[in-house]
Nanobody, 115 residues
């Protein structure tokens, strides 16, 4: 059973930065698409960023502020978040689509941005 474990969340003031990590127990070099999603209280889960091969995709709300990357050697998915805003407050979850029938979700890490 593949496990995804997020870390790096916390509380910061607006304008600050955080770096989220997602440790994957499987070999991510074989994954199709990996990504970060977030869910705020009372809201639907939304896509933040994805990475597939060398291509990245971002939600309009985070473009220019967040950067997704992967470290195949460490089987880790990273999300660098800069210029954080209060509206970025949410639980952030990582996701792996292996390209067959398998997908996996992490448990999430809380990010709280105060004004």
């Amino acid at each position: 059973q593949v496990q995804l474990v997020e870390s790096g969340g916390g509380s910061v003031q607006a304008g600050g930065s955080l770096r989220l990590s997602c440790a994957v127990s499987g070999r991510i070099f074989s994954a199709n698409t990996m990504g970060w999603y977030r869910q705020a209280p009372g809201k639907q889960r939304e896509l933040v960023a994805t990475i597939s091969g060398g291509s990245t995709n971002y939600a309009d709300s985070v473009k220019g502020r967040f950067t997704i990357s992967r470290d195949n050697a460490k089987n880790t998915i990273l999300l660098q978040m800069n210029s954080l805003k209060p509206e970025d407050t949410a639980v952030y979850l990582c996701h792996v689509d292996w390209g067959d029938w398998r997908t996996n979700w992490g448990q999430g890490t809380q990010v709280t941005v105060s004004s």
